[in-house]
């Protein structure tokens, strides 16, 4: 792999703050691209996270925007594409989970999550199209979905409808923009060791590795270099697909 693989390129990844976005931030950066990330509340993490991207030798942008408003996320693309020059790569990432049976679901559950999962990544993609069609090389967009999205998950309607609106979402666009050189894939994670796996419950937690064929959890160091395969050069002739690394939880 050559470390500088992305080098000149420029990547948006929303909800980059954490976890699996933060992971994926760094990654990028580490392969020499120029990231921008957006943040909901944490502008101490985001400062702290911008300062260890340039401190790898590339820019970075860090800005508060709700993924959910359109006009925040047209708003914020616009930036980025006058401070980068350009967007190549977009990673729909940014996610929450509020999870109930539906009995005890309320709207407001269920319109935060949708909102946030499904319509963010819908307003970044639309965001992002003008600029990345202009590239000579066109560009490439990854949601990141869930298995939730794929085999429903109890006291997941709201979680589990979004996740699957993604790779419905991915799938048609790439239909949609694959003449404009652009590739829309999706990663349809299964259960990822992070803050949110952390505080499972130990019998939960143990019930759920029994199902998992690996043994393990994955980890966000896996997702970020797949994703990073998934944007790359090596990737270009892959378009409208669902990748799964659930550790074989959902074959």
Request: charge should be neutral; include cysteine; glycine fraction near 10%.
């Given at each position: 792999m050559n470390e500088k693989q992305f080098e000149g390129k420029s990547a948006i990844v929303t909800g980059g703050t954490r976890g699996i976005g933060k992971a994926i931030v760094t990654e990028l950066a580490r392969r020499g691209a120029n990231v921008a990330f957006n943040y909901s509340k944490s502008a101490d993490e985001a400062e702290k996270l911008k300062a260890e991207i340039t401190g790898l030798g590339v820019k970075a942008f860090a800005a508060q925007c709700d993924v959910a408003n359109t006009e925040s996320a047209a708003d914020f693309v616009k930036q980025v594409t006058a401070e980068f020059g350009g967007v190549d790569f977009l990673v729909n990432n940014a996610g929450i989970t509020r999870d109930t049976l539906i009995l005890r679901m309320k709207e407001d559950d269920w319109d935060a999550v949708v909102d946030t999962n499904l319509k963010g990544a819908w307003n970044f993609s639309k965001a992002v199209l003008r600029p990345m069609m202009k590239n000579e090389s066109g560009g490439s967009i990854l949601?990141?979905?869930?298995?939730?999205?794929?085999?429903?998950?109890?006291?997941?309607?709201?979680?589990?409808?979004?996740?699957?609106?993604?790779?419905?979402?991915?799938?048609?666009?790439?239909?949609?923009?694959?003449?404009?050189?652009?590739?829309?894939?999706?990663?349809?994670?299964?259960?990822?060791?992070?803050?949110?796996?952390?505080?499972?419950?130990?019998?939960?937690?143990?019930?759920?590795?029994?199902?998992?064929?690996?043994?393990?959890?994955?980890?966000?160091?896996?997702?970020?270099?797949?994703?990073?395969?998934?944007?790359?050069?090596?990737?270009?002739?892959?378009?409208?697909?669902?990748?799964?690394?659930?550790?074989?939880?959902?074959?």
């Open positions: 949601n990141i979905s869930s298995i939730s999205g794929v085999v429903g998950m109890l006291g997941q309607t709201n979680y589990s409808a979004s996740k699957a609106g993604m790779i419905g979402l991915t799938k048609a666009l790439a239909k949609e923009i694959a003449s404009r050189r652009i590739t829309v894939n999706a990663l349809a994670l299964g259960l990822i060791e992070t803050e949110m796996a952390a505080e499972m419950n130990a019998e939960f937690r143990e019930k759920i590795l029994a199902q998992i064929p690996l043994g393990r959890l994955g980890n966000v160091r896996e997702v970020a270099e797949i994703a990073c395969f998934m944007l790359s050069d090596a990737a270009r002739y892959i378009t409208g697909q669902v990748i799964q690394p659930d550790g074989g939880l959902a074959m």
